[in-house]
């Protein structure tokens, strides 16, 4: 008999963050995480057109940009992939803060240009073939952070 051993990473977010944010941000992590990147889009999005404070606002609309980088490369895309990624990196930079709605935003950008950072290095991308990448993950930090 051969035992195997299982690693489970831990789950995204806790019940606290589910009490906290909107159900749209909660269930776009779980989408995204599934790699379905144009439903992450879809529930951020639906969000993003109601009545949110400025600050939400930009992030879910990097947020939305950055799940779209992925789904446009899913199609064959990477021009328009390469200018969602531009343009999520912008609004982060915009944002002027680390964390925000509990996600680590160093980490993540970190993680998108582990993915994505290939697509910047010649003048257009079609020129290359697209490599292996780490797809991002989305995990909050435990601590609940005001977002208006």
């Known amino acids: 008999m051969t035992s195997e051993t299982v690693t489970t ?3 995204p977010y806790t019940d ?3 009490a906290a944010y909107p159900v749209e941000y909660i269930a776009g992590i779980d989408l995204y995480n599934a790699a379905e990147f144009h439903a992450a889009h879809d529930v951020w999005e639906e969000r993003w057109m109601g009545e949110v404070g400025p600050r939400e606002k930009l992030f879910l609309q990097a947020m939305i940009q950055s799940a779209v980088a992925f789904h446009h490369l899913e199609i064959g895309r990477p021009g328009a992939a390469r200018q969602m990624y531009q343009r999520a990196k912008e609004k982060f930079g915009r944002l002027g803060t680390n964390v925000f709605m509990s996600l680590d935003l160093v980490e993540y950008q970190q993680q998108l240009d ?3 950072s290939w697509l910047l290095t010649v003048a257009d991308p079609r020129e290359l073939m697209q490599p292996e990448f780490p797809v991002p993950k989305i995990a909050l930090l435990p601590e609940i952070t005001e977002f208006d």
Do not use: G, R, V
């Open 9 to 11: 990473s831990p789950p």
């Open 114 to 116: 582990d993915a994505l």
């Open 16 to 18: 606290a963050h589910i």
